[in-house]
């Protein structure tokens, strides 16, 4: 069983920048493609980023391209979510999730494990 645990949000203003980590505690951490998704209030979940196992292609959705970056260390079995140029509508609570030997998708139904989420808020 995977679990995966989300840290890093919080509050910031909006142009700031926020680091966001989701610690996968399974052994074989590089054969899983890892996905970013957030669920504001009232709203669906929606993707955000993924990073595939192999080649570490990486996708984004058009709302965080260009200002989001995903990373992987498969040494501390850790993805990341770098944010910057953050914007009151990137407020949200942020999921991490993974699917072992995925594709990089953003359907969230290609994804098999889920974290709790960590809530990222930014203030106008």
């Known amino acids: 069983q995977v679990q995966l645990v989300e840290s890093g949000g919080g509050l910031v203003q909006a142009g700031g920048s926020l680091r966001l980590s989701c610690a996968h505690s399974?052994?074989?951490?590089?054969?899983?493609?890892m996905g970013w998704f957030r669920q504001a209030p009232d709203k669906d979940r929606e993707f955000v980023a993924t990073?595939?196992?192999?080649?570490?292609?990486?996708d984004y959705s058009d709302s965080v391209k260009g200002r989001f970056t995903i990373s992987r260390d498969d040494v501390q079995k850790t993805v990341y979510l770098q944010m910057n140029s953050l914007r009151p509508e990137d407020t949200a609570v942020y999921f991490c999730?993974?699917?072992?030997?995925?594709?990089?998708?953003?359907?969230?139904?290609?994804?098999?494990?889920w974290g709790q989420g960590t809530q990222v808020t930014v203030s106008s």
């Open positions: 999730a993974a699917a072992q030997f995925g594709l990089a998708s953003g359907r969230s139904d290609v994804y098999r494990y």
């Open positions: 399974g052994r074989t951490f590089s054969s899983y493609t």
């Open positions: 990073i595939r196992w192999d080649a570490g292609d990486t």
